[in-house]
């Protein structure tokens, strides 16, 4: 399969939003002061379902971008 040049900087950039958005969620996540990631100090529910989260969208944020970086890489060879 053949990616074009505009959906192979497409998938490269969506990779790298992936990651910029989640880990600025995960430096805000663990710093949360309302109670809602931490109780007395302890991760809570809301902590362990959104680490998952984040950590699931790092996985396919990489896997997206890869895809893409290697699409521009195949067109530099054709060309």
């Known amino acids: 399969m053949k990616l074009s040049r505009p959906v192979s ?3 490269l950039a969506f ?3 992936s990651w910029v958005i989640w ?4 430096k805000n996540l ?3 002061s309302s109670g809602l990631a931490f109780d007395d100090g302890d991760p809570t529910a809301y902590f362990w379902v959104h680490l998952l989260l ?3 969208s790092f ?10 970086l ?6 530099r060879r054709t060309s």
């Open 30 to 32: 663990v710093k949360d």
């Open 70 to 75: 290697r699409g521009l890489r195949a067109l």
């Open 15 to 17: 990779g790298v939003w």
């Open 9 to 11: 900087w497409f998938l």
């Open 54 to 56: 984040a950590v699931v």
């Open 23 to 26: 880990i600025t969620f995960v």
């Open 59 to 68: 996985v396919l944020g990489t896997v997206v971008g890869a895809i893409g």
